[in-house]
């Protein structure tokens, strides 16, 4: 069965640090979403993405985090300057078309230290 | 705005006992509700859903029921085996909203034999 896979699962890096987190989504999926949960905290969402942009995004994605699918097949979610707050669980999911169930992936552990 | 209240874990149960996990929601309009469920080490799955009032969403034993004179969605299932052991997340889609989730916090259930 197609699922939507995430690297790494558990990525450290220091304040201050570039990290890019990897989705691959499900192949024939034309919309994938980024969404984060902080230990303890409700799971947010961050970004949706469709048709090479950003259709909308939260308050919480701001000028240091960036969306890409840099090759038809990979979704990244780029953070440019890491932040101690930016420590959270990133999950990436995708569906076919806009009303469709989401796919989510594993998830990727962020600590920022 | 949107918002989702999930009874707080974690809820330990012992296998064949009766499972209820409360959730309400905050919504204009007439959201779509879910549930979905993370078992260890995987992505969120859905596991069911309701797009109208009245509307019971049912899979694997699970059911839920749309209500909303009281803007609930509570998770019920009649007997509980180990292998429900899972996070279980309540969630919403407000229609219009390029179909972005909003969840609550995740109660997480574990059931012993």
């Known amino acids: 069965e197609p699922e939507v896979t995430q690297t790494p699962s558990h990525q450290v890096t220091q304040m201050g640090q570039e990290v890019i987190l990897r989705c691959v989504p499900i192949?024939?999926?034309?919309?994938f979403y980024w969404y984060r949960q902080i230990l303890g905290q409700k799971v947010e969402f961050l970004v949706s993405f469709y048709n090479n942009e950003i259709s909308e995004k939260s308050e919480i994605f701001d000028d240091q985090f960036s969306v890409e699918r840099p090759d038809g097949s990979n979704f990244t979610l780029k953070i440019r300057s890491t932040k101690l707050e930016d420590s959270a669980m990133y999950f990436c999911?995708?569906?076919?078309?806009?009303?469709?169930?989401?796919?989510f992936g594993p998830g990727t552990r962020l600590t920022v230290l | 705005g949107n918002s989702v209240t999930q009874m707080e874990g974690p809820v330990t149960l012992s296998e064949e006992a009766f499972l209820t996990i409360n959730c309400t929601y905050t919504a204009t309009g007439y959201p779509s509700l879910f549930w979905y469920v993370q078992y260890p080490g995987e992505g969120l799955q859905l596991l069911l859903k309701?797009?109208?009032?009245?509307d019971k969403g049912s899979n694997k034993g699970f059911e839920a029921t749309y209500r909303k004179e009281t803007t609930s969605f509570h998770l019920e299932k009649g007997s509980v085996q180990v292998s429900d052991s899972a996070v279980y997340f309540c969630a919403l889609v407000k229609g219009g909203s390029n179909y972005k989730l909003t969840f609550g916090k995740g109660t997480l259930l574990t059931v012993n034999p």
């Open positions: 999911a995708s569906s076919e078309d806009i009303s469709n169930e989401q796919f």
């Open positions: 192949s024939n999926h034309l919309y």
């Open positions: 309701a797009t109208k009032a009245d």
